[in-house]
């Protein structure tokens, strides 16, 4: 492999380490809430959702001036759109507790934002394995892992939205909780999508 195609994959690992970063720290947040701080906490949230837009615009512009990509240039460009829109996702879910004043966590969101950093950092695992993908032992049980943490979210999510129902007898509390839970449950998604779309990649090119 030509050196400079290591950038799109040093690039796309990078990616994948900042959303580990936003999901650890949506889980500080979480674990340390104060809704007198949300302001700081999404600051500081925002911060890490504008490094992961530099990167996607980083391989934006080298995609555009490259005669020659490692796989086709569509491929990664989708890749990065993807990896970003999971950053994105994790930044939109704690700007939901300052939209419906959150003022207590529930403890199943807690446990949500912490299989999130769990799928991170499985999707910084198979980046890192990205690039030899026709020689990794190891990518595709890390994508069917992956696929598995988005079943325990399922459960999650499940388990979460039932509760919220049998036990809060205050209806703007359920309408924003129920809002909440479904933009984690987007977030799990989101993840199982890059693995999926990373997937459908390396059949591609083998």
Same mark, same amino acid.
């Given at each position: 492999?030509?050196?400079?195609?290591?950038?799109?994959?040093?690039?796309?690992?990078?990616?994948?380490?900042?959303?580990?970063?936003?999901?650890?720290?949506?889980?500080?947040?979480?674990?340390?809430?104060?809704?007198?701080?949300?302001?700081?906490?999404?600051?500081?949230?925002?911060?890490?959702?504008?490094?992961?837009?530099?990167?996607?615009?980083?391989?934006?512009?080298?995609?555009?001036?490259?005669?020659?990509?490692?796989? /086709? +240039?569509?491929? $990664?460009?989708?890749?990065?759109?993807?990896?970003?829109?999971?950053? !994105?996702?994790? @930044?939109? &879910?704690?700007?939901?507790?300052?939209?419906?004043?959150?003022?207590?966590?529930?403890?199943?969101?807690?446990?949500?934002?912490?299989?999130?950093?769990?799928?991170?950092?499985?999707?910084?695992?198979?980046?890192?394995?990205?690039?030899?993908?026709?020689?990794?032992?190891?990518?595709?049980?890390?994508?069917?892992?992956?696929?598995?943490?988005?079943?325990?979210? /399922? +459960?999650?999510? $499940?388990?979460?939205?039932?509760?919220?129902?049998?036990?809060?007898? !205050?209806?703007? @509390?359920? &309408?924003?909780?129920?809002?909440?839970?479904?933009?984690?449950?987007?977030?799990?998604?989101?993840?199982?999508?890059?693995?999926?779309?990373?997937?459908?990649?390396?059949?591609?090119?083998?």
């Amino acid at each position: 492999m030509a050196k400079g195609d290591k950038f799109y994959f040093e690039n796309l690992e990078k990616c994948t380490g900042i959303a580990k970063n936003a999901a650890e720290y949506l889980v500080e947040c979480l674990k340390n809430y104060s809704s007198d701080n949300i302001s700081e906490m999404l600051g500081k949230m925002h911060q890490i959702e504008h490094s992961a837009d530099m990167k996607k615009h980083e391989m934006s512009e080298a995609l555009a001036k490259a005669f020659v990509t490692p796989i /086709d +240039r569509e491929d $990664l460009d989708m890749l990065s759109r993807i990896l970003d829109d999971v950053i !994105d996702t994790i @930044e939109e &879910i704690l700007q939901k507790f300052y939209i419906y004043d959150i003022k207590k966590i529930h403890p199943s969101a807690i446990e949500f934002a912490e299989r999130l950093v769990k799928s991170c950092d499985l999707l910084q695992a198979v980046m890192g394995e990205f690039e030899s993908f026709k020689k990794s032992k190891k990518i595709r049980s890390l994508i069917i892992e992956i696929n598995d943490v988005e079943e325990e979210c /399922d +459960r999650i999510y $499940l388990s979460a939205m039932r509760e919220l129902t049998v036990t809060s007898k !205050d209806a703007l @509390e359920i &309408i924003s909780w129920r809002k909440i839970y479904e933009i984690f449950e987007e977030c799990a998604d989101a993840c199982e999508h890059v693995s999926d779309c990373i997937d459908s990649v390396i059949m591609k090119n083998t």
